[in-house]
């Protein structure tokens, strides 16, 4: 076909109107990511600060973890739904209380994909 | 007032920087780029820059990293490497093009390993072509320097949103010194105003998300339908064809402020007028050819130059009114498309395909890796190339010749076979 300058002008409002690709952010937007997991993190709660002062006080998992999974509460809770295993919490945790199981050992791995929070 | 400065072509760049305002910078040092990154952080650490973030990085690959995230919150960015540097961004050049950030950075180009090289070619920038930056290479420090403010404007351009690269020849002009002249910040701030960006992530009462994963097909989100990669990419294509009229206005624009033309902005013509045998080529090739250019017309034959200074987009259509008229085009590449021939070669061929005059086009490989290019040489390969213009086998070899390969002195003697 031959082209017009309808063509033209129609061409250059799409390259000038999808620039770069941006979203709202989303929860679940790439499905539930926690079915990736082969480690999950597991709390100790006789080793956690924020347990041990009740108080809000470190919180380095909730701050260090890359997909907002863990809660800013006392004690921290874990939102397996999303959690993909990658250990930043247990790693960034000062006084070891997060460990990370293998997602077969795990306690109560059955039937607990956690909640929304 | 103006200043005129003697400066090596990696200080024309660093000027150009300083000129444009840039706000991030971030590079890891390559020779032969290093002198472009070491007068920046010079300037920045000297208080002449005073609202410029110098940021050292351990990579290339951060380097581009860190102008992509600080371009993504609303500045005006600057990088610059060459060679195996350039390849190791590789990645993220498509990121930047991808989310359509008006980046701009400069290549000084060097061969690629192995085996290493420090010297010249064009293979990197050549290497980097379709990641869906715009591309300019340069013949002088100078226009290394109006380059790089052309292209901030074209980039940042609401019509275009594209990433830049401005090309010069490692050593021939990075760390060649040459008279450029520097204009006032305040008329180079009148061509050039602060940037507008389609994109700032800093608007926290807008929070947004970029390049979440895009599948193939439309998504559907609380704001509407979303596009698929595929949208995404079409845009950017139709960005890029539609942008070659922008390089020319900006060239026009720039050329009636500050009184400096290169030819239409999109390549420069050499006595190309009544030419029958044009010559085409870039950067320093390109410079080189000049010289012969008047040495072949003293002799009698109607040779001129096309010297391309847009690169991407290829000027598709000013290329076929350009050799319009030609009988014969001698193409010199200094890159190879391995396995195929010289890239700028081949793309001529594809460009004039459907051309109303399809002139013969003969195309030599030269200089790679440094391997000096004498005015002999190209005169050499214009003569063969007018020689042998009637000989049908010539024009149907498909293998790619190399002007200026010593295989004689390494002992290797044709008649032995």
């Known amino acids: ?117 | 007032m103006p200043e005129r400065k003697v400066i090596t072509g990696n200080h024309a760049a660093a000027y150009a920087c300083k000129s444009a305002g840039v706000e991030v910078v971030a590079a890891y040092p390559i020779t032969p780029q290093s002198p472009v990154v070491e007068k920046i952080s010079e300037f920045v650490e000297s208080g002449e820059l005073p609202n410029t973030q110098f940021v050292c990085v351990e990579s290339e690959q951060s380097a581009i990293s860190a102008v992509i995230a600080a371009s993504q919150m609303g500045c005006r960015v600057f990088t610059a490497s060459s060679a195996n540097g350039l390849a190791y961004m590789y990645e993220l050049l498509c990121w930047a093009a991808g989310s359509r950030l008006p980046i701009v950075m400069c290549i000084a180009t060097r061969a690629l390993g192995a085996p290493w090289s420090v010297w010249t070619d064009h293979q990197d920038a050549f290497s980097v072509r379709d990641v869906g930056f715009m591309q300019q290479f340069v013949e002088s420090n100078q226009e290394t320097y109006d380059t790089v403010l052309m292209s901030y404007r074209v980039a940042e351009d609401p019509r275009v949103y594209l990433p830049a690269f401005v090309s010069y020849d490692g050593y021939i002009l990075s760390h060649t010194t040459m008279s450029v002249q520097i204009e006032d910040d305040d008329k180079v701030r009148e061509f050039l105003p602060p940037l507008k960006h389609h994109l700032n992530l800093t608007d926290f009462d807008n929070v947004h998300s970029v390049n979440p994963v895009t599948p193939p097909g439309l998504t559907i989100r609380p704001e509407g339908n979303t596009p698929g990669y595929y949208e995404f990419r079409y845009s950017m294509q139709k960005a890029h064809e539609y942008s070659i009229e922008i390089v020319e206005e900006v060239a026009k624009e720039f050329g009636e402020k500050f009184g400096r033309y290169y030819g239409n902005g999109i390549y420069k013509s050499y006595q190309a007028d009544d030419a029958e045998v044009l010559i085409f080529a870039v950067a320093s090739v390109a410079s080189e050819s000049r010289g012969v250019v008047d040495t072949l017309r003293n002799e009698g034959l109607k040779v001129g130059l096309i010297s391309l200074k847009l690169y991407r987009p290829f000027p598709i259509e000013h290329l076929r009114k350009a050799f319009s008229k030609a009988k014969l085009v001698v193409v010199f590449d200094r890159d190879v498309g391995y396995g195929v021939e010289g890239i700028l070669c081949a793309e001529l061929k594809t460009a004039l395909y459907a051309a109303e005059n399809r002139p013969k086009i003969r195309g030599f490989v030269v200089g790679l890796g440094g391997r000096d290019i004498t005015a002999d040489q190209l005169i050499g390969g214009v003569k063969l190339a007018v020689q042998e213009q009637e000989i049908p086998e010539v024009e149907k070899n498909t293998h790619v010749e190399f002007i200026g390969v010593h295989l004689e002195e390494l002992g290797f003697k044709k008649e032995e076979f």
């Open chain 1, 1 to 117: 076909m031959v082209r017009t300058k309808q063509d033209d002008a129609f061409e250059k409002n799409v390259a000038r109107t999808i620039l770069a690709s941006m979203q709202t952010p989303a929860v679940g937007e790439a499905g539930n990511t926690g079915e990736w997991r082969t480690m999950r993190p597991i709390l100790h709660n006789d080793l956690c600060i924020v347990v041990k002062s009740g108080k809000p006080t470190c919180h380095l998992c909730w701050m260090y973890c890359p997909e907002i999974t863990v809660s800013r509460e006392i004690p921290p809770v874990f939102n397996y739904t999303y959690c993909k295993g990658c250990g930043i919490c247990a790693t960034e945790c000062p006084t070891k209380a997060i460990e990370m199981v293998p997602e077969k050992e795990a306690p109560s791995c059955e039937g607990n994909e956690g909640g929304e929070f």
